[in-house]
């Protein structure tokens, strides 16, 4: 009778709690407290947004690297993006409309949020997982921005995660007070510190959302592909990722190398005297946005001696990068014209005073013969300075040492435009939102074409993300990256693989920008 009664009950039990909605998705458990997110429209993807990974850097933490979060009992409710890193207001310029920004509000100091979209249902499902780090020359930039969205990807079975770091002065502000304070004797550094930071706690937590922290890529573009370029190559991010993409953006070249420590310093010394020259103390107690307006000059990381301990080349040369697959490329149409473009006399001859005996070489990659070719010249020599160069010598750089697959690609497609944005063709950052299918995040005029490459590239990225390989059914082939046939992937109308066109004009830009003869 007892046993049937109980029998009875517990039928009872399970009837109530299966017909009791469970909240959507459920309560997760982080290292430092529950969180509970919201679903697509579908039902079918988790996403938690604004989960703190460190205490917010604010007060005597400013320019200290991150610290712990300070655990919390209650539910925190993340579903919402956190404020993103303190910058100027976003304004749209030149080929970057509105959707390449990060929102207008909330931007603040305490900024140190991650956000995760998953498809997974259970905590043991071991998802590859992504991390993504944004753009803005380390000044600007932001998680929140449209064509970062996580969504398109969870979909493809992966682990989607974005996070935040510290930019501008509030990231890369060295001093030799600063070095004095750190155990490292060490700064400047404060948003790679960040960035690793929020790998550990993927590292940590990430198992709890369905993925695999044996199994991360991190990706970038622009200076998050810089940033990535700088986690392979430091000894802190060892063992935090197995693969990495890196959307033009590298630092490869003597010519266009990170500072060194005393170099920063030097800058944050200058800074400082515009500030007051006032001690360590008082620079931290300055208001945030009084320092944001009143500290001008640019920002970037430094070869500090600690989480970088020598240049990129440096050590990519002598293999002590963390080794990884790398899937790496850059943009058609990236490069940047000053405001006045020389016409072809102008070019001619400043390039022979600058290549001398190699004028007729150089000419022969960027001629200059009428005004409109010496135009396209200079779009390109940016383009091959700035993206092209640092991440082909990236490429033959782990080709060389063979250690993993390497693949290479260049977007060529020109996201369809009206009025002056006609004019970007296959723009700086214009990849981004055909690699992580978010299109539709993109006030454009798309065609058939552009879906399909979306469908294309997204696939070829959620596959590497998988196992390392972007190939897959449906595909067309992508070999794999070698020093010697140099075959690419072309990201147009109709991807195919091919020999890189313009290999010969990037050996030789790279031996000049290396000062080789």
Request: glycine share 8%.
């Given at each position: 009778?007892?046993?049937?009664?109980?029998?009875?009950?517990?039928?009872?039990?399970?009837i109530?709690?299966s017909?009791?909605?469970?909240?959507?998705?459920?309560?997760?458990?982080?290292?430092?407290?529950?969180?509970?997110?919201?679903?697509?429209?579908?039902?079918?993807?988790?996403?938690?947004?604004?989960?703190?990974?460190?205490?917010?850097?604010?007060?005597?933490?400013?320019?200290?690297?991150?610290?712990?979060?300070?655990?919390?009992?209650?539910v925190?409710?993340?579903?919402?993006?956190?404020?993103?890193?303190?910058?100027?207001?976003?304004v749209?310029f030149?080929?970057?409309?509105?959707?390449?920004?990060?929102?207008?509000?909330?931007?603040?100091?305490?900024?140190?949020?991650?956000n995760v979209?998953?498809?997974?249902?259970?905590?043991?499902?071991?998802?590859?997982?992504?991390?993504?780090?944004?753009?803005?020359?380390?000044?600007?930039?932001?998680s929140?921005?449209?064509?970062?969205?996580?969504?398109?990807?969870?979909?493809?079975?992966?682990?989607?995660?974005?996070?935040?770091?510290?930019?501008?002065?509030?990231g890369?502000?060295?001093?030799?007070?600063?070095?004095?304070?750190?155990?490292?004797?060490?700064?400047?550094?404060?948003?790679?510190?960040?960035?690793?930071?929020a790998?550990?706690?993927?590292?940590?937590?990430?198992?709890?959302?369905?993925g695999?922290?044996?199994?991360?890529?991190?990706?970038?573009?622009?200076?998050?592909s810089?940033?990535?370029?700088?986690?392979?190559?430091?000894?802190?991010?060892?063992?935090?990722?197995?693969?990495?993409?890196?959307?033009?953006?590298?630092?490869?070249?003597?010519?266009?190398?990170?500072?060194?420590?005393?170099?920063?310093?030097?800058?944050?010394?200058?800074?400082?005297?515009?500030?007051?020259?006032?001690?360590?103390a008082?620079?931290?107690k300055?208001?945030?946005?009084e320092?944001?307006?009143?500290?001008?000059?640019?920002?970037?990381?430094?070869?500090?001696?600690?989480?970088?301990?020598?240049?990129?080349?440096?050590?990519?040369?002598?293999?002590k990068?963390?080794?990884?697959?790398?899937?790496?490329?850059?943009?058609?149409?990236?490069?940047?014209l000053?405001?006045?473009?020389?016409?072809?006399?102008?070019?001619?001859?400043?390039?022979?005073?600058?290549?001398?005996?190699?004028?007729?070489?150089?000419?022969?990659?960027?001629?200059?013969?009428?005004?409109?070719?010496?135009?396209?010249?200079?779009?390109?020599?940016?383009?091959?300075?700035?993206?092209?160069v640092?991440?082909?010598?990236?490429?033959?750089?782990?080709?060389?040492?063979?250690?993993?697959?390497?693949?290479?690609?260049?977007?060529?497609?020109?996201?369809?435009?009206?009025?002056?944005?006609?004019?970007?063709g296959a723009?700086?950052?214009?990849?981004?939102?055909?690699?992580?299918?978010?299109?539709?995040f993109?006030?454009?005029?798309?065609?058939?074409?552009?879906?399909?490459?979306?469908?294309?590239?997204s696939?070829?990225?959620?596959?590497f993300?998988?196992?390392?390989?972007?190939?897959?059914?449906?595909?067309?082939?992508?070999?794999?990256?070698?020093?010697?046939?140099?075959?690419?992937?072309?990201?147009?109308?109709?991807?195919?693989?091919?020999?890189?066109?313009?290999?010969?004009?990037?050996?030789?830009m790279?031996?000049?920008?290396?000062?080789?003869?």
């Amino acid at each position: 009778m007892k046993l049937a009664l109980t029998s009875l009950l517990l039928a009872l039990i399970t009837i109530a709690f299966s017909t009791v909605p469970l909240p959507e998705p459920g309560i997760l458990r982080t290292s430092d407290g529950p969180i509970s997110g919201v679903s697509d429209a579908s039902g079918t993807i988790s996403i938690y947004k604004g989960i703190p990974f460190a205490a917010p850097p604010v007060g005597d933490l400013r320019w200290k690297a991150p610290q712990p979060v300070h655990p919390w009992d209650q539910v925190r409710a993340c579903t919402t993006f956190g404020p993103s890193p303190m910058q100027n207001n976003p304004v749209p310029f030149s080929m970057w409309t509105e959707e390449f920004l990060i929102a207008k509000k909330p931007i603040s100091e305490d900024c140190l949020y991650l956000n995760v979209w998953t498809p997974a249902k259970t905590a043991g499902e071991k998802r590859p997982v992504l991390v993504w780090i944004y753009g803005g020359g380390f000044s600007s930039g932001g998680s929140s921005a449209p064509i970062y969205d996580g969504e398109a990807m969870a979909k493809k079975g992966i682990v989607f995660v974005s996070i935040n770091y510290r930019v501008g002065i509030f990231g890369f502000f060295a001093h030799p007070e600063l070095t004095r304070e750190s155990a490292h004797a060490a700064s400047g550094n404060y948003g790679l510190m960040d960035q690793l930071a929020a790998l550990k706690w993927v590292h940590e937590n990430i198992s709890v959302f369905g993925g695999d922290p044996e199994k991360v890529t991190i990706a970038g573009q622009s200076a998050g592909s810089m940033s990535v370029n700088c986690l392979q190559a430091s000894p802190l991010a060892k063992g935090l990722f197995i693969r990495a993409i890196g959307e033009s953006g590298a630092v490869f070249t003597k010519n266009r190398s990170l500072a060194g420590l005393s170099g920063a310093e030097k800058q944050g010394m200058k800074i400082a005297r515009t500030l007051g020259n006032g001690s360590l103390a008082s620079l931290r107690k300055i208001p945030a946005a009084e320092l944001l307006q009143k500290a001008k000059g640019s920002f970037s990381p430094v070869i500090d001696g600690y989480l970088l301990p020598a240049s990129i080349a440096e050590i990519y040369a002598s293999g002590k990068q963390n080794p990884v697959a790398l899937l790496t490329g850059w943009n058609q149409d990236e490069g940047f014209l000053p405001e006045v473009t020389k016409n072809s006399e102008d070019y001619v001859n400043e390039v022979k005073t600058t290549y001398g005996a190699a004028a007729k070489q150089f000419l022969s990659f960027y001629p200059g013969e009428t005004d409109a070719a010496a135009a396209v010249s200079q779009l390109k020599i940016s383009r091959d300075l700035i993206f092209g160069v640092q991440n082909y010598a990236w490429a033959n750089e782990e080709s060389r040492q063979n250690k993993n697959a390497v693949y290479v690609y260049r977007f060529i497609r020109k996201p369809p435009a009206t009025g002056e944005y006609v004019k970007y063709g296959a723009f700086h950052t214009g990849e981004v939102p055909y690699a992580y299918d978010n299109l539709k995040f993109v006030n454009r005029p798309w065609e058939t074409t552009d879906h399909q490459l979306a469908k294309t590239m997204s696939s070829f990225w959620a596959n590497f993300i998988s196992t390392g390989n972007p190939n897959g059914p449906g595909l067309p082939e992508w070999p794999v990256y070698n020093r010697e046939t140099k075959q690419i992937m072309a990201l147009n109308e109709n991807p195919a693989a091919e020999e890189m066109p313009d290999y010969k004009a990037l050996d030789f830009m790279y031996e000049k920008m290396n000062g080789e003869k």
